[in-house]
């Protein structure tokens, strides 16, 4: 007889029996199927060999039998439909098994086991991830990812030096990774859990180590530099097609700021960016000791503040991509990615620069907080997102470099080779990784502090 005629003929009150009973047994948790299936599908078959009659042999045969079966109310029959449930429901506890058992598996390189709490709270820049990456983390390991947008490294040490943030993994740039790191306020990474760091740049991964002694605390999430983002079509027509962005210079000089401010102009709200490259412009250290560099740079700054639209870390790239601003400073990948949203929608291209002057550039990183309450967690996230797969998924979807030597050849090289996402040796000369010196930390906040509070007047 075959299963849907069987299912066919079960009468609504027998269903209904099948059903409830199997969703029992689905809320049965996994670890009972075992336990369950095997004795079931043993009776089902005893039983179902004791009562079965003759075989069928033909077409005709099989057609009688089935109607006898169906229609006799004989103690034989009874007991074949009642080893046929069990043996449905034994198969399909099997089958649940097998694919419990499946999902379970850990991967290969996840060689821990994740803590018997299964979520994982995560803090990250926004516009940061592919969201189908934490989709198939969340699928393949069966922990649930809480993810939380950052727009500022003062914001994240803020809610880091208050006490527990109850975020697992924060994503701080490096020279915070650094204060974070001398604060105790993060754990040390546990490479013995971390088998995928072989995929990291040991070059990058050396210089990184120059800041976060030994990579303690961090591994590179993404590379980046800041410099000027601008609306091609937009600054020449109001400049004229002569005008060139290519010096820091524009966004301190009045009459230049006056006109650009008739289409847009934006800047980070960020002390580090935004001090640092104006140092850098002035030709002073990006990495100076002295008060007075940084109140300078504060008073160029003042400067900008008088024509900016605002100060802001992630508002301006969809700014960019809309046309409500011209130009700004800018982090490389958002200008990729407002460059790539405005052409998509039949809009101006949007250019990204490093100034001749230089720029900086750094790494976000990812680290696990002190406080965290998924420790393995944490580790099996920061393994996973340093698979080469992965993280290249990541680079293409952002449109951000990253430190993942296997990563390179399997992103898009429309990426690899933008040089404004993956920089030549040429402007590698002229960038600068800054860590602002511990004692210059309070002047940077106050002058900038200045710089808003002037900009707002
Ligand atoms: C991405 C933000 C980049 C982070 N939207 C800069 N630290």
Redesign the pocket.
Known sequence: MQVGSFFCRLSIKRWSLLLSTAATLLLLPPCVYPIAALPMTILASVLSFLSSPRKPHTARDATTADAAIATAPTGSSRTQRFARTLSLVGGALCGLLVSTTAMAAPAEDQVITPDADKNLFVYN????IDPQVLKDFEQETGITVHYDIM?S?EVLEAKLMVGSSGYDIIAP?IHVLKRLGDAGLLLPLDKSKLPNLKHLDPQKMAKIALIDKDNRYGIPY?E?STGIAYNTRKVAEIMGSDFKVDSWSILFDENVLKKLSQCGITALDSPSDMLCSTLIYMGRDPESTKAQDYEDAGEMLKILGRYVRYFH??QY?NDLASGDVCIGVA?A??AQLANQRSLEAGLDPIAYVIPKEGALMGY?MLAITKTSKHPNNAHIFLNYIMRPEVIAKISDY?R?ANANKDATALMDPEITSNKGIYYDEQTLQRMHIVVPPTEVERIMTRTWNNVISASAQ
Request: glycine residues 6%; charged residues 20%.
């Open positions: 820049w926004s516009d940061y727009d490294n740039s993404m980046l870390s992630s790239a982090w990948g958002d976000d952002i951000y």
